[in-house]
């Protein structure tokens, strides 16, 4: 693995965040498609095909595609944008959050070289940083991790950022601690992290207790990354709240639907 390019950062907002990188000349920024949120004058965009650090080019068309696969198995596209300062001086891209939550900066020099997180968490990182899938041999991981199922793994010496939903908080686990988390609140970990599933108990409690029927068991050393309000619960809440058939919009304690009710009524419905 390469040296990442050194890049410098600013986190603007609170709950709907930005971050904004700055790139000396001909150094490189990668991300998502579609995370660009504006850029100056002087940076140049490029679609890269691959896993955006840079090295599958050694291995020619196939080394490529293979980088390009492993992002596919992660649900993300088969293609990264690539964004170069070309200009003079100093010069800013920016890259905004999908949804409400925090901008993580991750210095993967500091957490051994590797992170795994959540498929989806990732927004930017500088170029060199490699962003493939990481799997788990365990089949309970695979069938009932949930959001957890299959996992993005950062690598690499430079600075990445991923997003997430709510507030964050980062946990330190000492040697052998182990800390459960619903699988859906689970961010990233660093890779000394041990990642299990692990149920919940008897049948009453998973199916009555709101909580379902699986933890994902995180045993220390390393850094653990948990979001209070994960993206799937949010879509869940949401669409729960949609307007019901024929257009009576429901509010929490139904008293719209009544009128309407009795709206009907009048009109001959």
């Given at each position: 693995?390469?040296y990442?390019h050194?890049?410098?950062?600013?986190?603007?907002?609170?709950?709907?965040?930005?971050v904004?990188?700055?790139?000396?000349?001909?150094?490189?920024?990668?991300?998502?498609?579609?995370?660009?949120m504006?850029?100056?004058?002087?940076?140049?965009?490029?679609?890269?095909?691959?896993?955006?650090?840079?090295?599958?080019?050694?291995?020619?068309?196939?080394g490529?595609?293979?980088?390009?696969?492993?992002?596919?198995?992660?649900g993300?596209?088969?293609?990264?944008?690539?964004?170069?300062?070309?200009?003079?001086?100093?010069?800013?891209?920016?890259?905004a959050?999908?949804?409400?939550?925090?901008?993580?900066?991750?210095?993967?020099?500091?957490?051994?070289?590797?992170?795994?997180?959540?498929?989806?968490?990732?927004?930017?990182?500088?170029?060199?940083?490699?962003?493939?899938?990481d799997?788990?041999?365990?089949?309970?991981?695979?069938?009932?991790g949930?959001?957890?199922?299959?996992?993005?793994?950062?690598?690499?010496?430079?600075?990445?950022f991923?997003?997430?939903?709510?507030?964050?908080?980062?946990?330190e686990?000492?040697?052998?601690?182990?800390?459960?988390?619903?699988?859906?609140?689970?961010?990233?970990?660093?890779?000394?992290?041990?990642?299990d599933?692990?149920?919940?108990?008897?049948?009453?409690?998973?199916?009555?207790?709101?909580?379902?029927?699986?933890?994902?068991?995180?045993?220390?050393?390393?850094?653990?990354?948990?979001?209070?309000?994960?993206?799937?619960?949010?879509?869940?809440?949401?669409?729960?709240?949609?307007?019901?058939?024929g257009?009576?919009?429901?509010?929490?304690?139904?008293?719209?639907?009544v009128?309407?009710?009795?709206?009907?009524?009048?009109?001959?419905?």
């Amino acid at each position: 693995m390469g040296y990442a390019h050194q890049i410098d950062y600013k986190i603007y907002g609170d709950d709907m965040q930005f971050v904004e990188i700055e790139l000396d000349p001909q150094e490189s920024v990668i991300a998502e498609a579609g995370a660009m949120m504006m850029m100056s004058q002087g940076i140049q965009m490029q679609t890269i095909f691959g896993d955006g650090s840079g090295q599958d080019n050694q291995g020619g068309f196939m080394g490529k595609l293979f980088g390009a696969g492993k992002r596919i198995l992660t649900g993300e596209s088969l293609f990264m944008t690539m964004f170069t300062n070309m200009g003079y001086g100093k010069q800013q891209v920016s890259f905004a959050a999908p949804y409400p939550g925090k901008i993580i900066p991750l210095d993967l020099a500091q957490y051994g070289g590797r992170v795994i997180c959540q498929r989806d968490a990732f927004l930017c990182a500088a170029k060199g940083v490699s962003v493939s899938i990481d799997f788990r041999k365990k089949l309970g991981v695979g069938f009932f991790g949930g959001e957890g199922f299959i996992m993005q793994r950062l690598e690499g010496d430079g600075l990445a950022f991923a997003h997430a939903g709510g507030t964050i908080i980062k946990k330190e686990l000492m040697p052998g601690e182990t800390l459960r988390v619903d699988t859906g609140c689970l961010v990233a970990m660093t890779g000394s992290v041990h990642y299990d599933i692990q149920y919940v108990g008897n049948v009453k409690t998973a199916f009555f207790g709101g909580e379902g029927l699986f933890f994902a068991t995180l045993t220390g050393p390393g850094s653990v990354w948990i979001q209070s309000l994960p993206f799937s619960r949010l879509a869940d809440r949401i669409f729960h709240a949609m307007p019901h058939t024929g257009g009576v919009r429901k509010d929490e304690g139904g008293v719209l639907d009544v009128l309407g009710g009795i709206g009907n009524l009048f009109d001959g419905d």
